[in-house]
């Protein structure tokens, strides 16, 4: 036999997955295992099946939740906006009809397309999973390869259980280190964007490696596979291991029985190979990370949040001077000014980056026993209905509200605000969400995107602050008190 | 989507450069769940004025746009397509097309064809002398006839195969059916499925 190839993790589940091999530049055609749809990019894909009489290929590999638009208060009363109703009751009524799961608010399975999957034990490793929707990103956490997709390729997708693609490129991001205490995934993946700016991973496929990244929960791998799309690529992959294979065992649609045993051999032999060349590396020092924090209206303008608001006439490219004198405007900053310093007006914690179950854990450990700042508005939001019954059963929801936040029912919520969740024009948040886009949490809002543990100290303090600062006044407090 | 040879109908001239998508179907519609019956939505705002080509009774019925250079520029909104469809358009000449609806076009049933900017004039000219006149595209020979013009009109190899069998991109993946049905009859028992719900 002729000696076999070495590759990526990538490069084994793209091949695994090839139904027609392209040629002459044609693209491969590429076997979707997993179909997640929500109800923003559903409708039309729906519509063009009926038009053109065709059935959904595979009901039985697709899954649909309710969560862009739903509301986070009062879910049992009609939704108020008429685009976001019509929007759930076409997808409730494209359901029914193509006989597709759904999971409505309401629903204990209900809740953020990306945290449900994982949840249930559909994504696993070595699958290819796709959805409308850019953050599709997240489910590589669990070496599968997932991408976010058009509303064209959701029809193509449901239609023929295959779409047309050229491989990606594959890019290295290796961790290696020790985070300190209070620095999170959210801050490596921060770091990330901020080294190789938003449109560094074009093209690629990112794999995370490297001993920071083994030594990451689940809900950590997914935090940082979520914002590799915030990078540019189409997806990020960390390798299964033993971690993954706990997280998934004995959930609703994990393997079982022999099955189990099978997919555990095939998911061991997911890893790269010592002798695969990556079409790009890059390498972060995770003993060095500190807590971070944006700045700007892109995901990549951030800093250490103990640096100051960069200086624009300090930037030597002219675009992106521009680009930070212009974020600087609308964020209504002044170079300079120590992060710190930056007061907010609310604390938004949530969104398919951070609304798991660890996420919130992480976030209560830091309030339990405080009150939050005066004029700060605080929402918590879980990502999905199973995960607020999880933490309502560890007494989160009690802690958050007698900090004075508010416990909300799950969904995107403000992660983009098509639902009532909005920021007022002027506002700044410290949020655990993606994206700082101008307006993108409610028109004129000023984003600042943090890890939960900034958010929490945030939140005590009134201005962006990391966990060291709250130890810091301790420390100071201790002292003060000893001095006494 | 249907396959197309030979379209014949009424041409309406469309004497206007750089009609981006914005103009061919404005953002407000994007908020719909359809992907058919954007008819109403075709040059929305340009329609609001009763003079508007689109509102001559010649007209009525119109299959073939004769359009200025650079249609179709600007997003790169499928609904434009999905607009120039609904109304009854099959096809659209222009001397230069926007690359993305052009791509877009050619998925979804629309001949996009280009002719020199001489020849798009020349139709105007026979259209101005008899309004709601009859032209034919034919995909097969890449010639558009006018009364006893015969005009040579470029499309890629491709785009013009795909048109001709009519298939849109599923279509074409479904050519390769059999390759889909053998690769699932091989899929591992173990791989992921919603249903029946766990
Ligand atoms: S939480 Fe935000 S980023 Fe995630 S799927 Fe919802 S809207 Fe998109």
């Known amino acids: 036999m002729s000696e076999v190839r070495a590759r990526t993790l990538a490069e084994k589940v793209w091949d695994d997955h090839v139904v027609v091999k392209g040629e002459d530049g044609t693209p491969d055609l590429l076997y979707i295992d997993l179909h997640l749809v929500h109800e923003v990019t559903s409708p039309q894909a729906f519509d063009g099946l009926r038009a053109a009489g065709r059935p959904v290929r595979r009901p039985d590999l697709t899954i649909a939740t309710e969560d862009h638009n739903t509301p986070t208060l009062a879910i049992n009363r009609p939704i108020a906006d008429a685009t976001s109703r019509l929007q759930i009751d076409t997808l409730r009524a494209n359901a029914k009809e193509f006989g597709v799961r759904l999971h409505s608010l309401g629903d204990v ?24 929707d850019s953050h599709t990103s997240t489910h590589g956490a669990f070496g599968a390869m997932a991408f976010g997709i058009g509303t064209s390729e959701v029809e193509h997708v449901l239609a023929t ?6 491989p990606f490129k594959t890019m290295a991001i290796t961790v290696e280190g020790t985070l300190r205490p209070g620095v999170s995934a959210k801050d490596i993946i921060l770091a990330v964007i901020a080294k190789i700016g938003t449109g560094g991973g074009q093209g690629y496929v990112l794999e995370y490696r490297g001993s920071a990244i083994r030594a990451l929960s689940m ?23 033993e971690t993954t294979f706990e997280y998934l065992k004995g959930r609703p649609h994990a393997p079982e029985g022999a099955d189990w045993d ?16 990556f079409d790009a590396e890059v390498f972060l020092n995770a003993d060095e990370l500190e807590p971070f924090v944006t700045w700007g209206t892109n995901p990549g303008q951030g800093v250490s949040l103990s640096e100051n608001v960069p200086d624009p006439s300090l930037i030597a490219d002219p675009n992106d001077r521009a680009n930070a004198e212009r974020a600087l405007e609308y964020m209504a900053l002044t170079a300079n000014t120590p992060m710190k310093e930056i007061a907010v007006d609310a604390v938004f914690m949530g969104s398919c980056t951070n609304s798991r179950i660890e996420d919130l854990r992480a976030f209560a450990s830091i309030i339990k026993g405080q009150k939050k700042a005066d004029n700060v508005r605080v929402m918590v939001v879980p990502g999905s209905a199973r995960v607020r019954i999880e933490a309502e059963a560890e007494g989160i929801d009690k802690i958050v509200e ?14 983009l605000g098509m639902n009532p969740d909005q920021l007022a024009p002027g506002e700044r948040c410290a949020s655990t969400s993606n994206r700082n886009f101008e307006g993108r949490q409610g028109k004129g809002g000023r984003t600042h995107l943090v890890s939960p543990q900034v958010a929490a100290a945030t939140a005590i303090r009134g201005t962006l602050s990391s966990p060291w600062d709250l130890q810091a006044e301790l420390a100071d407090a201790g002292a003060t008190s000893k001095a006494v | 989507m249907h396959a197309v ?30 992907k058919t019956g954007f008819e109403d939505a075709l040059f929305y705002s340009w329609r609001q004025d009763p003079d508007f080509v689109l509102n001559q009774p010649e007209y009525t019925g119109a299959k073939i746009l004769v359009a200025g250079p650079d249609f179709g520029t600007g997003s790169s909104r499928e609904h434009a397509v999905w607009a120039l469809r609904d109304y009854g358009f099959d096809a659209v000449l222009s001397s230069r097309f926007g690359d993305i609806f052009r791509g877009n076009s050619g998925k979804q049933g629309l001949l996009a064809a280009q002719l020199s900017e001489a020849d798009i004039e020349k139709i105007w000219a026979a259209i101005d002398e008899a309004p709601g006149r009859e032209i034919s595209v034919d995909l097969i020979t890449k010639t558009v006839s006018v009364g006893d013009l015969r005009l040579p009109f470029a499309i890629d190899d491709y785009t013009r195969w795909r048109l001709l069998e009519g298939l849109d991109d599923i279509g074409l993946t479904l050519r390769s059916e059999a390759e889909i049905t053998e690769f699932e009859s091989r899929r591992a028992s173990w791989r992921p499925k919603t249903l029946p719900v766990k």
Request: aromatic letters at 6%; a negative charge; proline letters at 5%.
């Open chain 1, 219 to 241: 809900d950590g791998r997914m935090t940082v596979c979520n914002m590799s799309i915030e990078a540019g690529a189409r997806a990020g992959m960390v390798a299964p291991d």
């Open chain 1, 109 to 132: 399975e209900q809740g953020i397309v990306h945290v449900v999957g994982p949840q249930l034990g559909l994504t696993m490793p070595g699958v290819t999973v796709v959805c409308g």
């Open chain 2, 5 to 34: 040879s030979v379209i014949t109908g009424v041409a309406m001239p469309l004497a206007r450069s750089n009609v981006d998508t914005d103009q061919i179907i404005p953002a407000v519609f994007l908020k719909r769940v359809t």
């Open chain 1, 161 to 166: 259980q295959t779409l047309p693609l050229k």
């Open chain 1, 402 to 415: 007698e900090f004075g936040a508010e416990w909300r029912f799950a969904g995107c919520s403000m992660c």
């Open chain 1, 262 to 277: 099978d997919a555990i051999e095939y998911w061991k032999t997911l890893v790269t190979d010592d002798t695969a060349v």
